[in-house]
């Protein structure tokens, strides 16, 4: 086969894989989704019009009104997440910046952002993965699965409080889910800032009341803070009785 | 062939373009280790003593588990022996190595026995793995946060599973169950193989280092960072102590 010839098909054949490379991590990032281009000029706009009054101009959680909240807004500079779909530590995808973006943090002052354009809040989740150089360095890892839920039968919410027991998950939330178990006041997260367990008889979750949600939390746990991912330690069957249980101490 | 829109050896072809392309391309880590044969290679041996009497470990009340950890439980911060100074868990290691001995994957064990860590503290090299364990009938987490920052949070409750993981990133890790505060420990990651951790007599051996003058850096928790200059001559052996003041 003449050198051209070669040349030719193998890139025409370079294009056809190229392609398959185009269409897998399409999910992943969403800079190559649906023609969502980056625009950190915009993003940066966009974030100081909206998202440094807290987080700070520098990404760094001291904007002139984080003084007094608590929860204290994030600190993107350090590049952990509570929420990502891997376990805790890992990466959180641009899906799950955009979900915290537009759902908000239920019961702090982190409010849903749905309001403003989806295009926009595209272009401050990429404007946000510039405060940490941990956006460059690592990927997120595939989100760990989450298993259709069973039914939720009281006979599951029995079997959650003897998971709840074994796994001791009172250690922090209490026998009861209270947020009064013995360990919840010496509790520190990433920054040496003290933080509470979260406390079940309210019903109220940061991430709302999905169930998949508390699955989520459970599974991976929550990056930066001391609860740990149960991933590799829970049956899914087994974290399903346990968001039933944990449901079910709601006063 | 005309009219399919994947052309077969058109496709077929294009892989072997990609992988020529890429086997061209010189990696793009420039910094990595390269194991390689050391010929005359030299030791670097020594005794790492704490200055004058140690500093009492902190003692914690023990809020949560006490029916199992105890009442109270000290930390291990200067784990000295009374016959020799000899300072134990100190790292030592040389500084700015890219090309050595080779080194086969480890796997470090790290487990949860009597609400502390053991070992204390780890050294490996990034491409180690590691293995975190649970001898205690109760739950603990295990949080381990490379230069301060979450990089892994796993729950180990009772009879639970071993978790095993990559080291992939070299730095300092400080280890920390929350379910039990006053349990911590460190784990050092090199991007080399050229470390060692004292044993209780305060003793450390590193071998097999190509001849050359390097940096050593001492590090122990309980004292700032030490930095020493060594010579490893051809086949030598070399000695290096140092007397840490620990306040």
């Known amino acids: 086969m003449p050198f051209k010839k070669l040349?030719?098909?193998?890139?025409?054949?370079?294009?056809?894989?190229?392609?398959?490379?185009?269409?897998?991590?399409?999910?992943?990032?969403?800079?190559?989704?649906?023609?969502?281009?980056?625009?950190l000029t915009r993003g940066k706009g966009v974030y100081e019009r909206y998202c440094a009054g807290c987080h700070g101009v520098k990404g760094d959680g001291r904007g002139i009104y984080a003084e007094g909240l608590n929860p204290k807004p994030r600190d993107f500079t350090k590049g952990v997440f509570k929420w990502t779909g891997g376990p805790a530590g890992s990466m959180p995808s641009d899906l799950d910046l955009m979900?915290?973006?537009?759902?908000?943090?239920?019961?702090?002052?982190?409010?849903?952002?749905?309001?403003?354009?989806?295009?926009?809040r595209r272009y401050v989740v990429d404007y946000i993965k510039t405060f940490s150089p941990r956006f460059k360095n690592e990927t997120p890892p595939r989100a760990t699965f989450i298993y259709p839920p069973p039914p939720g039968t009281p006979d599951e919410i029995d079997k959650g409080k003897t998971?709840?027991?074994?796994?001791?998950?009172?250690?922090?939330?209490?026998?009861?889910?209270?947020?009064?178990?013995?360990?919840?006041?010496?509790?520190?997260?990433?920054?040496?800032?003290?933080?509470?367990?979260?406390?079940?008889?309210?019903?109220?979750?940061?991430?709302?009341?999905?169930?998949?949600?508390?699955?989520?939390?459970?599974?991976?746990?929550?990056?930066?803070?001391?609860?740990?991912?149960?991933?590799?330690?829970?049956k899914p069957a087994e974290i399903w009785e346990l968001v039933y249980y944990i449901q079910s101490l709601r006063d | 062939m005309k009219g399919s829109i994947v052309n077969v050896k058109d496709f077929t072809s294009g892989i072997a373009f990609?992988?020529?392309?890429?086997?061209?391309?010189?990696?793009?880590?420039?910094?990595?280790?390269?194991?390689?044969?050391?010929?005359?290679?030299?030791?670097?041996?020594?005794?790492?003593?704490?200055?004058?009497?140690?500093?009492?470990?902190?003692?914690?009340k023990v809020i949560h588990n006490p029916e199992y950890c105890g009442d109270s439980i000290s930390e291990e911060t200067y784990l000295v022996n009374p016959e020799n100074n000899g300072l134990q868990n100190t790292v030592v290691s040389l500084e700015g190595i890219t090309k050595g001995k080779k080194h086969d994957p480890a796997t470090?064990?790290?487990?949860?026995?009597?609400?502390?860590?053991?070992?204390?503290?780890?050294?490996?090299?990034?491409?180690?793995?590691?293995?975190?364990?649970?001898?205690?009938?109760?739950?603990?987490?295990?949080?381990?946060?490379?230069?301060?920052?979450?990089?892994?949070?796993?729950?180990?409750?009772?009879?639970?599973?071993?978790?095993?993981?990559?080291?992939?990133?070299?730095?300092?890790?400080?280890?920390?169950?929350?379910?039990?505060?006053?349990?911590t420990g460190a784990l050092w990651v090199f991007d080399h193989p050229y470390f060692a951790v004292t044993d209780k007599n305060g003793e450390f051996k590193i071998s097999d280092i190509p001849p050359g003058t390097y940096k050593v850096t001492i590090w122990h928790e309980g004292v700032p960072i030490k930095e020493k200059e060594v010579t490893i001559a051809p086949g030598g052996k070399t000695n290096l102590s140092a007397d840490l003041s620990l306040k």
């Open chain 2, 18 to 60: 990609v992988l020529f392309t890429l086997l061209c391309t010189p990696a793009a880590v420039a910094q990595a280790y390269e194991g390689i044969v050391v010929a005359k290679g030299g030791e670097l041996a020594g005794n790492i003593k704490a200055k004058g009497a140690a500093p009492e470990n902190e003692v914690h």
């Open chain 1, 99 to 120: 979900m915290t973006i537009s759902e908000g943090v239920n019961g702090t002052s982190m409010p849903a952002w749905r309001g403003i354009r989806e295009s926009d």
């Open chain 2, 108 to 183: 470090l064990v790290l487990e949860n026995l009597k609400c502390r860590f053991v070992p204390h503290v780890l050294a490996g090299m990034a491409g180690d793995s590691y293995e975190i364990r649970n001898g205690d009938p109760i739950l603990h987490n295990t949080h381990l946060r490379l230069e301060g920052t979450t990089i892994l949070n796993v729950a180990m409750p009772e009879n639970g599973k071993n978790i095993k993981k990559p080291l992939t990133q070299s730095g300092t890790i400080g280890i920390k169950c929350d379910a039990h505060p006053f349990m």
């Open chain 1, 163 to 234: 998971v709840y027991e074994k796994n001791g998950c009172m250690a922090c939330h209490g026998p009861k889910g209270r947020a009064d178990g013995r360990s919840a006041g010496t509790l520190t997260d990433d920054w040496g800032d003290a933080i509470l367990p979260a406390n079940f008889s309210k019903g109220v979750f940061k991430t709302g009341k999905e169930e998949w949600k508390i699955y989520r939390s459970i599974a991976n746990g929550l990056g930066g803070t001391p609860m740990p991912s149960f991933s590799d330690q829970l």
């Open chain 1, 7 to 39: 040349f030719l098909s193998g890139f025409r054949g370079l294009i056809i894989l190229g392609l398959f490379f185009l269409i897998l991590p399409a999910n992943r990032s969403l800079a190559s989704d649906g023609g969502h281009s980056l625009n």
